[in-house]
């Protein structure tokens, strides 16, 4: 591709954040039947510093369907910063485990209840990273324009675009040692909060060498347990912003780009 964005920068970056509330704890049988939900740290407190901190960069937030009837308020605030609100399950099904039916089923459900808010998300990032043929199908009828799951390269699939993200991009990995391993990106010793921004430094660095497009993915349940964690990605997103070789833009601006490269 001939340069990113109107500007015709030389690499891009998208700043991704996945996860909110208790959906996924309540999904993996790991939240309290006999806890209230509502009260979310990543929800409460999280979120709001974000929106408070990111200034002029515009970001992308993967949310499950179910927050929308747990923190319709959260949703809408996402939203009114001028940053996206895209999909990500309806209670963090893994997608890959769930049949080709359920998949349509949960993927419906999660649009529907955002939908009822007045929000329309063009993308969708498949909890637990893999995604599935009906995917593209899916996105296609209903309107929307990209999904992102893991991988490698950009692709036009029809008129649904596909922004993957590589593992290593993900701050788990980096965060929480036994996902680093698992996902076969860490060894011992690996990982850690120096870590995790220097190889998001080199991605950077490896967009604008290649001319492409890198995505880091975020979670507010992690970022909240530690103040450096929050701190290290205001400062990443400082300097990428600055950055005159760089579009840092939301997943649907460089999916909206990319189909436009494709119509001309």
Not at 126 to 148: I, N
Request: glycine residues 12%.
């Amino acid at each position: 591709m001939n340069g990113w964005g109107a500007q015709r920068k030389t690499g891009a970056l998208s700043f991704t954040f996945d996860n909110l509330g208790e959906a996924a704890e309540i999904e993996f049988g790991q939240w309290p039947a006999d806890k209230p939900v509502g009260d979310h740290y990543s929800a409460r407190r999280v979120v709001p510093t974000l929106l408070s901190r990111l200034d002029d960069v515009r970001a992308t937030f993967f949310i499950e369907g179910w927050n929308a009837g747990v923190y319709p308020e959260t949703l809408r605030s996402i939203d009114a910063a001028g940053h996206e609100v895209a999909m990500h399950g309806w209670r963090h099904e893994i997608w890959e485990r769930q049949t080709e039916q359920r998949q349509r089923s949960v993927f419906m459900q999660a649009l529907d209840a955002m939908r009822s808010l007045g929000l329309h998300p063009q993308g969708f990032r498949p909890p637990g990273g893999t995604g599935s043929a009906v995917l593209a199908e899916l996105l296609r009828h209903e309107g929307m324009t990209y999904f992102s799951d893991v991988g490698d390269h950009v692709e036009d699939d029809g008129g649904v675009v596909r922004l993957p993200f590589p593992w290593r991009g993900v701050d788990g990995v980096f965060l929480e040692p036994h996902l680093g391993k698992a996902a076969g990106v860490t060894e011992a010793g690996e990982g850690g909060i120096e870590a995790l921004y220097a190889s998001h430094r080199q991605a950077i660095a490896t967009a604008k060498a290649t001319g492409s497009h890198a995505v880091f993915v975020f979670h507010p349940f992690l970022l909240g347990k530690d103040p450096a964690h929050l701190e290290g990605l205001f400062s990443l997103i400082a300097d990428a912003s600055s950055d005159p070789d760089l579009w840092v833009a939301p997943c649907r601006d460089v999916a909206k780009w990319v189909l436009s490269q494709g119509a001309n």
